[in-house]
């Protein structure tokens, strides 16, 4: 076979000099995994579809990467106000996991930066606003109610003395009212038990940069971590005993929303755990990289912010403990929500592993997603309407959209990624270096020595990954008796990688 010196190579070579070599197997450098599908953005409404995009042209980045926080972020808003009611039997509260999956430097903070560092911050403080005159009067309240609690004590020694029958106690205070929260980063589960309890009916947002960390640490302080994790998507009712206090926690509705990015190489070892339906819950969103490019627009934070105002004005009704109001589905629309629900069950029924059970929370999360939506298309449209009573078709069918175009297919891409072994993530890794890097051949000991690429530290590694790439038609075997010894052999590059390359 003809060969070519490195600088050759570099500057490109004939086609007519490609004769002889097979097409490479460019699925290698994205470990064969399924590509993205595109972010369907006409279900946001145009309002939010333009602010969406606006928002990901001034981060340099993928519009994808703006959607997941923003989607978690509303479903937190919304919280126990609202939820979703399919019949009277089924109900879904609104809150949403959202994972943004890219490597460093693809944009995934600064596609959330907008929402997690100018919007939200904004509602916090308005949700305090009232706070400190709350606070203010529950400490008179509870000077009076101590200077009774003193007086009734002086009155039940004077009725023991005299024979009498005690007074009643007087009212208590009552608990000391909690600064109200949106958002939390320490996740401890006591302390967001205390949270929901007494700081957030609605719900909390947990924020987690590398999502990861959270999840494989679940359990480090507690045994039942995840099962608090995994209940904590339902909505239900959850009692949280503690050792140093003899008085439970009583949350009515635990329920949760969630957002963090995790990176493609943290994907295996996550998802290699058994399979309790933590993950299923997520809604995933690993979209390519876009071409950097710097913008000097900013985003609209300040219309978010007006949208998202509305959604905390959103209240639960009174009552002892306050309910979620109800917002049934569409009567017309029912029929779609079972024909959705029977196509996932038979995608089911043939799915394996994570997918399975992804699929098996398809139709809560179409019930979950079309409350979102239409929340979202009332909160952007401003004025003075009131908030919607109903899920119209339009938003089923705008979620049922996104799950089957865009979520269930991205869980795909995850969980296949998931499923890769380390021979082929070692491939991949040293086919993205012979993109980057375009040298002539590739030289084992380099690279042990030299290079030093991640996965690929001995010679046996890379002897692995380049048979991989062998069988992909990227490399070919040294020639025999090129080379001494194993550890030097030098594997030729088929010179139609570079002009297949991306």
């Not at 606003?129 to 002086?154: C, M, N, Y």
């Not at 640490?217 to 507690?222: E, K, Q």
């Amino acid at each position: 076979m003809p060969r070519d010196g490195a600088a050759a190579v570099r500057a490109g070579i004939d086609d007519a000099e490609n004769i002889g070599w097979a097409e490479p197997d460019m699925a290698v450098l994205r470990l064969h995994r399924r590509p993205p599908p595109p972010l369907p953005m006409s279900i946001f409404g145009p309002e939010w579809a333009a602010w969406i995009e606006e928002t990901a042209a001034a981060a340099a980045a993928p519009p994808d990467y703006v959607v997941a926080p923003l989607l978690a972020s509303v479903s937190t808003l919304i919280g126990n106000a609202r939820w979703a009611q399919a019949t009277p039997g089924w109900s879904e509260p609104p809150h949403l996991w959202m994972a943004s999956v890219g490597d460093s430097g693809s944009s995934k903070s600064p596609g959330a930066d907008s929402l997690l560092r100018d919007v939200l911050p904004e509602i916090e403080r308005r949700m305090l606003s009232d706070f400190p005159d709350r606070l203010q009067t529950w400490r008179v309240g509870a000077e009076i109610a101590k200077a009774h609690e003193e007086a009734w004590k002086s009155e039940v020694r004077a009725a023991e003395k005299a024979g009498k029958s005690p007074p009643q106690p007087p009212t208590p205070a009552g608990p000391e009212p909690q600064a109200p929260r949106l958002r939390q980063n320490d996740v401890t589960i006591e302390r967001v038990a205390t949270l929901l309890a007494a700081a957030a009916p609605k719900g909390l947002l947990i924020v987690r940069d590398e999502l990861a960390g959270w999840i494989s640490g679940m359990c480090s302080y507690n045994d039942a971590g995840r099962a608090f994790w995994v209940e904590s998507f339902g909505g239900r009712p959850y009692r949280v005993e503690r050792q140093k206090n003899p008085e439970p926690i009583i949350i009515p509705r635990l329920a949760v929303s969630v957002y963090g990015g995790v990176q493609p190489e943290r994907l295996g070892p996550l998802l290699a755990d058994a399979d309790d339906g933590l993950l299923a819950r997520i809604l995933w969103a690993w979209p390519d990289a876009t071409p950097f490019r710097l913008l000097r627009n900013a985003s609209r934070a300040t219309w978010a912010i007006d949208a998202f105002d509305r959604l905390r004005w959103l209240d639960l009704q009174p009552g002892d403990p306050a309910q979620p109001i109800m917002v049934p589905l569409a009567p017309e629309a029912l029929p779609m929500l079972e024909e959705f629900a029977r196509g996932a069950q038979l995608k089911q029924a043939s799915a394996g592993g994570l997918m399975r059970s992804a699929l098996g929370k398809a139709r809560g999360l179409a019930l979950r997603l079309a409350l979102n939506l239409e929340m979202l298309w009332w909160a952007g449209a401003g004025g003075m309407a009131a908030p919607p009573t109903t899920i119209s078709t339009k938003a089923f069918i705008a979620a049922a959209l996104f799950l089957d175009d865009y979520a269930l297919p991205m869980a795909e891409r995850v969980y296949g990624d998931a499923a890769a072994t380390t021979k082929e993530r070692n491939a991949a890794t040293l086919a993205r270096w012979i993109i980057r890097e375009k040298p002539a051949d590739v030289y084992v000991r380099d690279l042990q020595r030299k290079v030093r690429l991640p996965g690929l530290t001995t010679a046996e590694a890379i002897h692995d990954a380049a048979k991989a790439l062998i069988e992909a038609d990227w490399l070919v075997e040294p020639e025999k008796g090129s080379q001494a010894r194993r550890a030097r052999a030098a594997y030729p590059i088929n010179p139609r990688v570079w002009s297949a390359a991306p």
